[in-house]
């Protein structure tokens, strides 16, 4: 039967609140299970050991991208097909490791067998459902709870805010231990060196315009030196320094150049200090390209002074070199 326009949003906005009713219930019941989960993973890693997360049908899929997301954050860790594991794949666990085992209804036959087999290897388990009294949380060390009220599906059948409110739980569990293990943007970045990600490593200075390609002219210079210096460098705009100590006091960019030429015929004879911008942007060689980028956004320039401890300028940042970097 057809639905109208009005119909498809009622039905799609009672979808979003149903699974959001989850999601809250679930951040309002974490209690004390979920800081000794936390701190079991905290123990496990301390020890050299790994995490292992198992599920069958969607809670596989929840399972895997945990994994993915527990991996990148450098908490070592591995996907087990819970019916492989009974047929050889069991290997993958080791004793002292930690399995995070799946299952909405935590009665999941296929999770249930993996439980005396595992305990037996010498793995912890942590149980990972949305019922406090079914056998996989009564058989586990560990405990992670999901509340759903309700299941967005009006056939009460296909699993929805109880697989949104497991995820969001799943990725609560990282967040924590991403901060807890001071974990930092560097070494998010060296676990995705592929992709946008991979360029957050990238330093200032592996892009930096330096040499010729960086003009650098006394400010007393004249203002017709500085532009010539630009010309040849192919630059946007020259570093000023003051002739005696080597600082930068200013820069004059192409903008400052055209409005110099509104001062009078004689503007190319003056000194370029008259028309340059002082005390100008600047950033230190060894920061990240996303907070040069941060700058370029937040200060609406095209071009950043690149200085080295002393204040003195070591490179230029041309705002068009960045979409180079594919960090946009």
């Known amino acids: 039967m057809p639905l109208s326009p009005k119909s498809i949003l009622s039905r799609a906005r009672s979808c979003i609140r149903i699974e959001g009713e989850a999601l809250a219930e ?17 123990v496990l890693l301390a020890a050299g050991g790994k995490l292992i997360f198992s599920g069958v049908g969607k809670s ?7 994994a993915g997301t527990f991996n990148s954050i450098g908490v070592t860790s591995s996907f087990l097909d ?25 009665q999941t036959e296929e999770v249930l067998k993996l439980v005396p087999v595992l305990k037996r290897a010498g793995v912890k388990l942590v149980a990972f459902t949305r019922h406090a009294n079914s056998d996989l949380a009564l058989n586990s060390d560990y405990h ?26 799943g990725d609560a569990l990282a967040m924590v231990l991403l901060q807890a293990r001071g974990f930092t943007r560097d070494d ?18 592996d892009f930096m315009r330096t040499g010729a390609q960086a003009p650098v002219l006394p400010d007393t210079g004249s203002t017709q030196d500085a532009i010539l210096a630009m010309t040849k460098a192919k630059c946007g705009c020259i570093a000023l320094i003051n002739v005696r100590s080597g600082k930068l006091t200013g820069i004059l960019t192409d903008g400052d150049f055209r409005r110099s030429a509104l001062t009078g015929p004689d503007f190319l004879q003056r000194p370029v200090n008259q028309f340059m911008t002082r005390t100008p942007k600047t950033i230190r060689e060894e920061a990240l390209g996303v907070e ?7 200060h609406k320039i095209d ?22 970097l594919k960090i946009l």
């Open 26 to 42: 679930t951040a309002r019941k974490l209690g004390p299970e979920f800081v000794q989960t936390v701190n079991a993973i905290e």
């Open 60 to 66: 596989a899929h929840i399972a895997q991208k945990l």
């Open 82 to 106: 819970a019916t492989q594991a009974l047929h050889g794949d069991l290997g993958l666990c080791n004793e002292g490791d930690l399995a995070i085992l799946l299952s909405n209804s935590g």
């Open 144 to 169: 992670l709870f999901y509340r759903v009220p309700r299941e967005a599906c009006p056939l009460a059948l296909a699993p929805t805010a109880s697989t949104t409110a497991a995820l969001a739980l």
């Open 188 to 205: 998010f970045a060296r676990n995705h060196p592929g992709g946008n990600i991979g360029a957050l490593l990238v330093r200032v200075r």
């Open 292 to 298: 040069a980028l941060s700058l370029f956004a937040k």
């Open 303 to 324: 071009d950043l002074v690149v200085v080295n401890s002393r204040g003195k300028p070591v490179g230029i940042v041309d705002g068009q070199d960045l979409p180079k």
